[in-house]
C-alpha cells in the first residue's frame, strides 16, 4: 500500500508549504479558491456552506465575529501514517538522547527504540508510548522544546515517501482554510496532538497562530534562572484534547461554539456533535482515507484510528465525506515523481 | 473616600461602552486616539513603544503577528473597589438562589451574605469565599452560566457609583486597547478571574473575542442530556491564572511571550518578567491606583490587592506607572454629575 516516491528536491515542498496559505485567492476575483478539489458533492457543500453564512441580510447569516471553524490536525490537515508524526518525533528524540542514558540499552521500552524492534516496542502498549512522549515532551524549557522540534522538522525524513514531514500536509486542507479565512473565518486546530509540538510549524504550514492551536497540554512550572524566567515542562499532564475533552477545549481555549468542523476519525465526534448543536446552519466534514495510491486506504478501522461510530452519524445526519481518492484532485503539496512502492 | 454619583442613564454608559471601542480613531488621521490621557509621560511612553516596534525597516520593527499585548482585568480594564465584581456577582447569586436553599439561613459562610453581615463573612477567610464562588460558578451548564452572567450584568448596580458595573470601565484603556490593535496588536485579557465570566462581556466592552480571554478556569464536563450535548461547570479547578500562573496561562492559551503587557499589581509581577525577558523592545505599564477624587486611592497596600514588588521593581526596571489622578483626563464613561460622597 502507498505508492509514495521521494521527490528530490524536498525542501521545495516545504517552500511551498510555508508561503501557499498567504496566497488565499479571493472568491471575487473569480478565480477558483479550491483548485486540487474535484467538482465532487464535498466542493460544493462547503461553498454552499460559505454562501449561507457570509450572505449579509440573509437568515442564514452569521457576523464574521462567530465565524469558528475548527480541524483536527493528525489524518485532517497532514497523515498521521504509518504512526502519528508526534510520536515519531519522540521515538527520534529517544534515539538521539541515547547517549546521554546508557541504561536505556538494556531497559524496555527505549531498548526497543534503540534497536529498531517496533514489533516490540508497539506490543508493549500504551504505557511505552507515553513513556516515549514524555521523554521527548519534558525535562527542558519551552524555548528549547520549540527549538528541538523545528531542528527536527528540518532534518527528520517520512519513512516511506521521504519527504520532510513539513511536506505531509494535504493540499486541498490548506486551500479550505485559506477560503475560509477569506470568507472571514477564523480558524483553529483542535487536536489530540500536543498544542506545543503543533505550534511549532502550525503558523508556517497553515497560516494557524500559536493562540488558535488547540491540543493536549502537560504540565508547566514557572521558575528563575540566573534571574531569567523560564518555563518549564513537567512531565505531568494538564489537559487532554481527545474526545469529550475536544468540546471541553474548544470551550475553554476559545469560549464560543464552532459553526464548522473537520475531523477523519471517532476522535472527533464529541466535537461534531458539539458544533451541530448550536442554532442556525452548522457544518462537519470527515475526510476518508480512501486513496491507496497516492496517499493510505485504511479506515473505518485500522491500528491508527477509527471511523466507525462518526461514519454511521455522518449517513444518519447528512455530514459531508470527503473520499480522498474521488474528491480531491491533488493531495499533497509536491508530485509523485517515480511510482515507486514503498516499504509500508 | 470616592466622591462618585449615580449617572441617572446609566444605561447609557453600557451603549457607550458596547460601541465606543469599535470607533478606534486611526493615528494616519491625525486625531488623538486617546483623548482620555494628558499629554505626560506615560501616553508618550506608549506612543513611543508603538512607533518603535511598528515601523518598517526599522531594527525595532516587530511583525504584527508577534504584536501580543496582554492585560490584567480587576484594577486595569475596570474598577475592582470595593470587591471584586466577579465576587459580588457571586454574592449576588448566594441571595438570588437561597430561596431553594433554606438551609443557607443557618449556615456560614451564606448565612453572613443573606443577613449582609459581611464584616463576619471577611473574617471568616478565604475558604468563604470559594465557597461562594463555586455556588455561583459551578453546577450549571456553560450556556445556563453565560445567560446568567449576562442577566447580572443588565440589573447589578455598583454599590457607590450605582452605574451598571458594564460602565465600570477605564474609558482610557479602552481607547489604548483600540490605539493597539488599530497599530496590528492584538490584544488579550490574562486574568485571575474566571475566563469564562469575563468572556460574556470582554467583547461588547473591550473588542476583546472570547477566544482572546485567558482566565481562571474551573473543569468541565461533557454529557449528553435529551440527545444535546452540554458542558457541566464542575466544582473543580482546573487552571489558576494568578502570579506565576499567569506566563503559564500566556503560554498555554497564547503560545507566544507578550510584547507588552499591562497591570495593576504584585499578581501581575510574573506575567511582568515573562514579557520582559523576551528579546528588543518590551513595554510594561501599571495603573496607579491614586485618584481619590474619581476613583479609590488604595495602594500600594489595601485589602483588595498590593502593588508592592512591582511597584519596585518598576523603578528599578523603568517601567511605566500611570497615576490614575495625573495621566488620565478622564476615567469612567460617564460623568461625574452631582459629586456625592457615597458610604464606603
Redesign the interface.
Known amino acids: 500500500m502507498g505508492r509514495l516516491s521521494a521527490f528530490p528536491s524536498a525542501l521545495l515542498a516545504v517552500a511551498w508549504a510555508t508561503t501557499a496559505h498567504a496566497a488565499a485567492t479571493s472568491p471575487a476575483t473569480g478565480a477558483d479558491p479550491l483548485p486540487s478539489w474535484n467538482d465532487t458533492a464535498p466542493k460544493h457543500a462547503i461553498v454552499g456552506f460559505v454562501d449561507t453564512v457570509t450572505r449579509p441580510g440573509t437568515p442564514g447569516f452569521v457576523p464574521p465575529?462567530e465565524r469558528?471553524a475548527v480541524f483536527d490536525s493528525d489524518g485532517t490537515l497532514w497523515a498521521e501514517w504509518p504512526v502519528y508524526f508526534q510520536l515519531q518525533f519522540a521515538l527520534d528524540r529517544v534515539k538521539a538522547l541515547a547517549p546521554q542514558h546508557p541504561e536505556w540499552q538494556t531497559k524496555e521500552p527505549y531498548r526497543y527504540v534503540l534497536s529498531g524492534d517496533m514489533k516490540s516496542f508497539a506490543a508493549s502498549g500504551p504505557k511505552s508510548v507515553i513513556s516515549v512522549i514524555e521523554v521527548a515532551h519534558s525535562g527542558m524549557t519551552?524555548d528549547e522544546f520549540e527549538k528541538t522540534v523545528r531542528d527536527w522538522l528540518h532534518t527528520a525524513r517520512h519513512p516511506q515517501t521521504h519527504q520532510p514531514y513539513a511536506a505531509m500536509i494535504y493540499k486541498p486542507m490548506v486551500e479550505l482554510l485559506a477560503y475560509l479565512r477569506a470568507n472571514g473565518f477564523?480558524t483553529?486546530i483542535v487536536s489530540g496532538g500536543s498544542?506545543?509540538f503543533m505550534?511549532v510549524f502550525a503558523?508556517s504550514l497553515y497560516g494557524i497562530?500559536?493562540?488558535?492551536?488547540v491540543g493536549s497540554?502537560g504540565k508547566?512550572?514557572?521558575q528563575?534562572r540566573d534571574g531569567?524566567?523560564v518555563?518549564v515542562k513537567l512531565p505531568e499532564v494538564?489537559?487532554v484534547d481527545d474526545k469529550?475533552g475536544k468540546?471541553?477545549g474548544i470551550?475553554?481555549?476559545?469560549?464560543?461554539r464552532p459553526l464548522a468542523a473537520f475531523g477523519n476519525s471517532d476522535a472527533d465526534l464529541?466535537m461534531f456533535?458539539?458544533t451541530t448543536?448550536g442554532p442556525g446552519s452548522r457544518f462537519v466534514m470527515i475526510v476518508h482515507h480512501d486513496d491507496d495510491e497516492r496517499e493510505w486506504a485504511y479506515d473505518r478501522r485500522s491500528r491508527i484510528g477509527t471511523l466507525d461510530k462518526a461514519w454511521d452519524d455522518a449517513k444518519a445526519k447528512s455530514w459531508t465525506v470527503v473520499s480522498m481518492k474521488d474528491d480531491w484532485a491533488t493531495v499533497f503539496p509536491w508530485t509523485l515523481q517515480a511510482p515507486a512502492r514503498d516499504a509500508r
Do not use: D, M
Open positions: 465575529a469558528i519551552t477564523k483553529f498544542a506545543e505550534r503558523e497562530p500559536p493562540e488558535q492551536v497540554q508547566l512550572e514557572y528563575v531569567k524566567p518555563l494538564q489537559f469529550e468540546p471541553i470551550q475553554t481555549f476559545i469560549g464560543r464529541e456533535e458539539w448543536s
